[in-house]
């Protein structure tokens, strides 16, 4: 499933095509995707230009002119590409964006969780995105603002910061990997940590995701003109994925629980 850095990734590789290009036409093979691709799309974005490339949370935001968003989620299975105009399109290749340079933005989403929409004004306005925490890569996610986040919660400090009301895209993989890097056990309390410690988490979860982002960037030159299909890359994982495996710090043994219906991985004895 792309996460966070996956995102991001897919939006830095397409944005150099994309971005002050005008769309000529869009092609929509499959209307239904997790929910209605609405028509609007396909009748208003030709002969507009997309002014940037922008992403919130694990949406994508291709703002055009005449102040119109065309939003993209690449849900659990969901890829974008840049090709030649010419490439036919394969099985589940749902949408195609194409430009006046002659490329094609396509978009590929076998199990259709993902969604396409066509909005107007403030993207960041719109009920999907309105409500989500700030992004933690950006100004607002402080050492501050995490500890009042956390102040009087018994929720498990690992089932918080997975919480997009409280901070967007730390995903399970992500969560773990931050948690082992700070030395939290997951399951602790939120409110019952020192503001050191949370500040120290703070830190772990931008180390862990611009490291994953900064992977992904060696990945960025696949997005054009590729033939084949690109798989999600791996990030490098100290905890994550390694139950019985030795702690990469203290050589104990990495564990895995099942919390809040995700698999988690921590060192009991690092992580407390
Ligand atoms: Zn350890």
Same mark, same amino acid.
């Given at each position: 499933m792309p996460e966070l850095p996956e995102v991001e990734t897919t939006r830095r590789g397409v944005a150099p095509w994309i971005e002050g290009v005008r769309v000529t036409a869009v092609e929509l093979r499959?209307?239904?995707?997790r929910w209605p691709v609405p028509r609007s799309l396909a009748l208003e974005l &030709? !002969?507009?230009?997309? %002014?940037s490339a922008g992403r919130r949370a694990k949406y994508l935001l291709f703002r055009a002119e005449g102040d119109r968003t065309f939003m993209l989620h690449l849900g659990m299975s969901g890829s974008l590409r840049v090709l030649r105009a010419a490439a036919p399109p394969a099985l589940h290749d749902h949408l195609d964006i194409a430009l006046e340079t002659g490329c094609v933005l396509r978009f590929h989403d076998p199990r259709r969780f993902g969604s396409a929409d066509w909005i107007a004004g =403030? &993207?960041?306005?719109h009920p999907l995105l309105r409500e989500l925490g700030p992004e933690? %890569?950006? &100004? #607002? $996610?402080?050492p501050d603002y995490l500890a009042a986040a956390c102040?009087?919660?018994?929720?498990?400090i690992k089932q918080l910061i997975m919480n997009g009301h409280v901070v967007?895209?730390?995903g399970n993989i992500y969560a773990s990997e931050a948690l082992f890097r700070a030395g939290?056990?997951?399951? +602790? /309390? /939120? !409110? +019952?940590?020192s503001e050191t410690r949370l500040a120290a988490l703070v830190s772990a979860i931008r180390e862990v995701l611009e490291a994953a982002i900064r992977q992904g960037g060696t990945t960025l +030159? =696949? $997005? /054009?003109?590729? #033939?084949g299909r690109r798989g999600y890359f791996r990030p490098e994982l100290a905890?994550? =994925? +390694? /139950? !019985?495996e030795p702690c990469l710090r203290c050589g104990g043994v990495i564990r895995a629980v099942v919390q809040g219906q995700r698999s988690t991985y921590y060192c009991p004895g690092c992580q407390h």
């Open positions: 499959q209307p239904m995707l &030709p !002969g507009r230009r997309v %002014l =403030d &993207p960041l306005l933690p %890569l950006g &100004p #607002e $996610f402080t102040r009087g919660r018994k929720v498990a967007v895209g730390v939290i056990h997951p399951a +602790r /309390a /939120a !409110g +019952r940590i +030159r =696949d $997005f /054009a003109w590729g #033939e905890a994550y =994925d +390694r /139950a !019985g």
